[in-house]
C-alpha cells in the first residue's frame, strides 16, 4: 500500500512563498513522475508540474518563473517551491506520481493566498 503525505501548505500574502513537500511511503516501487496538480473551487483539477524520474520538467504557463519543483528519488520526496504568489493561486493541491500503471494520489494541502 502506497501511501503519499502532503505537508507545507497555508496561508500567505500577496508576493510571498510556500514550500510543499510529498513523502511517498509503502511498498517499493519505482516512481516514473511525480507532480503537483490542484484545484480551485468550482474548477477542473490542473497540472501544476511535474519531473520525471529522468530529472525532465514540466511547467504549467500560469507558474513558469515562480514554481520549481525537485524530487529526491533516493527519499521518495517531491518538493513545490512555489514564489511570488498570486491570489489565483488559491487552490488544494495534490501530490501525484506515477510508477508505471499505477497512479497514486496525495490528500490534498490547502493553499490561500491573500490580497
Known amino acids: 500500500q502506497v501511501q503519499l503525505v502532503e505537508s507545507g501548505g497555508g496561508l500567505v500574502q500577496a508576493g510571498g512563498s510556500l514550500r510543499l513537500s510529498c513523502a511517498a511511503s509503502?511498498?517499493?516501487?519505482?516512481?516514473?513522475?511525480m507532480a503537483w496538480y490542484r484545484q480551485a473551487p468550482g474548477k477542473q483539477r490542473e497540472l501544476v508540474a511535474e519531473v520525471s524520474s529522468g530529472g525532465a520538467k514540466t511547467y504549467a504557463d500560469s507558474v513558469k518563473g515562480r514554481f520549481t519543483i525537485s524530487g529526491d528519488n533516493a527519499k521518495n520526496t517531491v518538493y513545490l517551491e512555489m514564489n511570488t504568489l498570486k491570489p489565483e493561486d488559491t487552490a488544494v493541491y495534490y501530490c501525484n506520481v506515477r510508477a508505471g500503471i499505477f497512479v497514486y494520489w496525495g490528500q490534498g494541502t490547502q493553499v490561500t493566498v491573500s490580497s
Open positions: 509503502g511498498s517499493p516501487f519505482s516512481m516514473n513522475y
